[in-house]
Structures are given as C-alpha cells and as structure tokens.
C-alpha cells in the first residue's frame, strides 16, 4: 500500500495540472470506486460538475481536493489506486474531464482504493481528523517522541498506528528502525524519549529520501501523476531483502511475521534486549 512518500509523490505531481482547473463532468465506471460516497455514483457525479479545484492536500496516506466551492473530495489509493493526468489505464473507475480539455483519471486494479466527497468545509476533513499529523508537518519531533516513549507498546506497533503519527507503513517503518537500530519488537518506554526520537528521525529521514527518488515502486501498481514508478527501491536496507547481506555489518537479513505481515532487520544490528 503507497505510504507518506508514494501519496505526496502524486499529490505534488497533481497540483500543477489540477490548480485553478473546473470539473466539466465526471465518469463514474466502476460504482465500488465510489461506495463511500453514501448517495450513489449518479450523485457523486452530479456534485462535482462544475466545481473548480484549489491546492490539492495530504494527510498521512489520504488526500484530499478542495475545492473553490463546497466540501473537498476525499481519495485513498488503496493498494493499488492510480491519480493520472491524461492517463490511459484498462483499470480506470473514474474520469474527470477538466475545462483545459485534459483528464484526471482514477485507476484501481483491486479496487480497494476510493472517493467521496467530505460532510463538510473543515480545513482538515472530518472524515480524515482522527489521522494524526506526519514527521513532515511537525517542527518539533521531541514532544511526540516524550508522548510515545510512555507506554509498553512496540516500537513497530506504534510507528503504523496512523492517530500516533500518520503516513508510515511497513515499508518505511523497517527503513527507519534499521537506521535506528532498533528492534522492532522493542517496548517504547524501554527506549525512552532518547530513543524514540532517534527512531522518529530517522523515519522523517528515510521517507525524505524516498521522496526525492519518486517513492518505492515493487510493481506497475504504484505510479506518479505521470504513470512513472519510484525508484527508492533500490536504495532499501532491510525491507524485501531477506537473505541478504545488511548494508552495515552484512549479517543476513531475516524476515519475521508481525500483525500479519512481514518486519524485516538486521540480527546483528537489530537485536532486542
């Protein structure tokens, strides 16, 4: 699933193209693409036609459109969700066709992904408030980093709990506690404030680095604005790269299950305790 730097990739991809734009009409093909939007797809559609879009915005995974008038449109990429600009795509759910003659296109193989118009003109939407801020919008991470150093949770646990701190997954999750040596498993009040702003840093470092390389692209799922893929990748220390050697100490990598997935790290590096 596109984490922070996947989401803010398309997101500033977007503004250029969608700023000052009007919505002549929009295409719902595929109903599920809009199932949050409580009124049906004909509804959906009608809302919109006419509307003219502001500054696009992120919060964690979620973006959100608003508009010059009325609520802001709500999108979730999903696992597999696509925001194209005059894009082609057999996967395509929704179209918008724009008053400059071009398209935004909203692509979703698995259909996980979706849209909907917010219940109201908040500056954040209500329904994306409960996101907490990312390690981007704060200043100042020692706060956060005294608040989640109180409890016995794992580290891991708290890094993807997304009212902790937003748009971190499993990816840049492992990135970050490899960078921080640090064990996943570890107990946040055994690392202490020290410690869990050590980890939260590197966190805030690793996704900027995959920012500047276009996110981190495994397949064709994940793409910009521009149907392009990331290349962070490449660059990855821990995570997808089991068996082999750790980029620090090249002690092998090892693969371990953890809410239902995979956490990645260093034996030597990572150890707990």
Known sequence: MPELP?????????????LGRTIKQVRVLHPRAVRRHLLGAEDFANALAGRTFAEPRRRGKYLWFPFEQGPALLAHLGMSGQLLVDGESPHARVIFDLDDGSRLVFADQRTFGGMWLASGRAPVPEEIS?????????????????????????????LLDQT????IGN??????LWLAKTHYLAPAETLGQTGMLAVLRAAREVMAQALSAGGTSFDALYVNAAGEPGYFGRELAVYGREGQPCRRCAAAIVREPFMGRSSFRCPSCQAIG
């Open 164 to 167: 902790v701190v937003s748009g």
């Open 130 to 158: 409960h996101i907490a801020p990312d390690l981007f919008e704060i200043a100042d991470l020692e706060p956060l980093a005294a608040r989640m150093a109180t409890g016995g949770r794992a580290v891991k646990r708290l």
């Open 171 to 176: 990816i840049y999750a492992d990135e970050a």
């Open 6 to 18: 996947e989401v803010e990739v398309v997101r500033a991809g977007l503004a250029p193209h969608l």
